[in-house]
């Protein structure tokens, strides 16, 4: 797979193969009592304790690293941040407790990845981008 001009090729998932899920935390966009948009960024946290970051990139690509989950913020009239384990608000909560079978990537030349599928025992979690916005679907 090509690499992103700006995020680079990130991590390859495949080291989530054999671990469980245990904890999905994520973070949304409010602006004032209007629905939550997102989720913007999503982290995996798995039996050992690493929490792997599903996002998208300023250029529309698809990032996907390990990092911690970052706390919420305020935008002033912009709305906020919230930053918040799920429970039921994104594909990934059925398949709390789960082990990873299997990951693919898929991606385009010249601008990286551009989707990640997650294979659990009950299914599977589809990560892409679609005009620079984070869309999960589960089936």
Do not use: K, N
Not at 9 to 14: I, K, L, S
Not at 80 to 85: F, G, I
Not at 90 to 107: D, K, L, N, R
């Amino acid at each position: 797979m090509s690499a992103c001009p700006l995020h680079g090729v990130g991590v390859f998932p495949g080291y989530l193969i054999g671990r469980r899920l245990e904890r999905v935390v994520a973070s949304w966009h409010r602006y004032g009592t209007e629905p939550p948009s997102g989720p913007l960024d999503v982290w995996l946290i798995d039996s050992e304790a690493v929490a792997t970051r599903v996002t998208t990139g300023s250029d529309w690509c698809l990032v996907v690293e390990t990092s911690d989950p970052r706390t919420g913020y305020d935008m002033a009239e912009s709305g906020r941040v919230e930053v918040a384990e799920t429970s039921g608000t994104t594909p990934f909560a059925g398949h709390i407790g789960e082990t990873v079978q299997a990951v693919s990537e898929e991606g385009a030349p010249g601008s990286g990845r551009t989707a990640l599928e997650i294979t659990f025992d009950s299914g599977t979690v589809r990560c892409e981008t679609w005009s620079g916005e984070l869309r999960l679907s589960g089936a």
